[in-house]
T-cell receptor, first 113, second 112 residues
Framework: QKEVEQNSGPLSVPEGAIASLNCTYS??????FFWYRQYSGKSPELIMF????GDKEDGRFTAQLNKASQYVSLLIRDSQPSDSATYLC?????????????FGAGTRLAVHP | DAGVIQSPRHEVTEMGQEVTLRCKPI?????LFWYRQTMMRGLELLIY????????DSGMPEDRFSAKMPNASFSTLKIQPSEPRDSAVYFC??????????FGPGTRLTVT
């Protein structure tokens, strides 16, 4: 079992719709959870982080964390073509592993006009 | 802030040659990370430093890879000798908070 799993996609949504990206992780001791966006040929860009169960909203983005289910998600409201990118879920490894991020393989999102 | 700076942006070399990648972290960040990204293996952590000291190098693939951080504003990742399977994009990232990492633009390495 991979430590961080994501559906590779592509996830195709129409402009203006809600895009829902999901991630599961295997280490119950993980404390911190991150979403990075990576455009083709570019470096990963941090867009959201969440440490506590529940929802965290930032503009059009909402991160959701459920530690009991070992599940973290990212919702993008009012999706725009400029949101088309690969979204990487990253998780810290272990209760004491605050420094070591394990990345999922990423989900490719395509927003079509 | 200029962000994390990496050089060169592209490197093409022949098998067996030495390759040195360079990184300047964001000023004030005391964590520095080296990653490698390939289509097959995704984004992998190679090594990270805290206050210039290597903390975890368990991701370094083999002895051909070495990394140094002689001061707070500079780090190198060296591959000697290079092999075609080392072809990848190498990212440097830095962080003031251990978990919130900011990536440089990457170095695309091609070994022929």
């Amino acid at each position: 079992q991979k430590e961080v799993e994501q559906n590779s996609g592509p996830l195709s949504v129409p402009e203006g719709a809600i895009a829902s990206l999901n991630c599961t992780y295997s280490d119950r001791g993980s404390q911190s959870f991150f979403w990075y966006r990576q455009y083709s040929g570019k470096s990963p860009e941090l867009i959201m982080f969440i440490y506590s169960n529940g929802d965290k909203e930032d503009g059009r983005f909402t991160a959701q964390l459920n530690k009991a289910s070992q599940y973290v998600s990212l919702l993008i409201r009012d999706s725009q073509p400029s949101d088309s990118a690969t979204y990487l879920c990253a998780v810290t490894l272990g209760a004491g592993g605050y420094n070591k991020l394990i990345f999922g393989a990423g989900t490719r999102l395509a927003v079509h006009p | 802030d200029a962000g994390v700076i990496q050089s060169p942006r592209h490197e093409v070399t022949e098998m067996g040659q030495e390759v040195t990648l360079r990184c300047k972290p964001i000023s004030g960040h005391d964590y520095l990370f080296w990653y490698r990204q390939t289509m097959m293996r995704g984004l992998e952590l190679l090594i990270y430093f805290n206050n210039n000291v290597p903390i975890d190098d368990s991701g370094m693939p083999e002895d051909r890879f070495s990394a140094k951080m002689p001061n707070a504003s500079f780090s190198t990742l060296k591959i000697q000798p290079s092999e075609p399977r080392d072809s990848a994009v190498y990212f440097c990232a830095s962080s003031g908070d251990p978990s919130e990492q900011y990536f440089g633009p990457g170095t695309r390495l091609t070994v022929t």
